[in-house]
């Protein structure tokens, strides 16, 4: 049985895909990759993914495109991405509110929101420059409602993981683990 902070990879077989949702800066990317080397599974990112393909950050395509066209690309590389051998996958925070988005997760793999309250995540974005939609005159308060307009979305996720200000990225993954195990989404080797 795994501690708190232990990194043993984890002796089982992950039989769908794994998809971490939630807002910027809930830990989708490091508790992402940290989880998929712990598996033993590749890791995907659908933004890093999307800056690859059109050669430009996302800032640089809200800018020139808008968030509509920045959206639909988003759902073109999350449902290439969900068709490839299973693993981690970290979304965007706003990938998970389109119904066809949770749809094609739902089919392909699980969903695991990253739920954080908004001081843990502004206490994570506050010094950013890369978050197009924190570019206001209140960016914090873009963030409160930001997150009270997105949780009823990310609360359709299949299962649910809860941040704590006081966890490494080793112990949220094996709270990640552990709640995987519980839903039979991880089983032991034969």
């Avoid at 490091?30 to 890791?43: I, Y």
């Avoid at 209140?138 to 966890?167: H, I, K, S």
């Amino acid at each position: 049985m795994e501690t708190m902070g232990d990194k043993t990879p984890v002796r089982c077989v992950l039989t769908r895909s794994v998809v971490l949702v939630g807002m910027m800066g809930c830990g989708k990317t490091a508790v992402g990759t940290a989880l998929a080397e712990r598996l033993g599974v590749p890791f995907r990112d659908t933004d890093e993914a999307l800056v690859a393909a059109a050669r430009m950050s996302i800032a640089e395509i809200f800018e020139r495109d808008g968030e509509a066209f920045f959206r639909a690309r988003e759902t073109e590389v999350l449902q290439r991405l969900l068709t490839l051998e299973p693993g981690v996958l970290s979304t965007g925070g706003g990938a998970f509110l389109r119904p066809e988005n949770r749809a094609a997760i739902a089919e392909a793999g699980v969903s695991v929101w990253l739920r954080a309250d908004e001081p843990l995540l502004w206490s994570r974005v506050k010094h950013k420059t890369t978050r197009p939609l924190l570019q206001t005159d209140n960016p914090r308060r873009t963030l409160g409602e930001l997150l009270a307009a997105r949780e009823p979305a990310y609360g359709q996720a299949t299962l649910v993981v809860d941040a704590n200000p006081d966890y490494a990225i080793d112990d949220m993954v094996t709270e990640v683990v552990e709640v995987l195990r519980a839903a039979g989404i991880l089983e032991e080797p034969e």
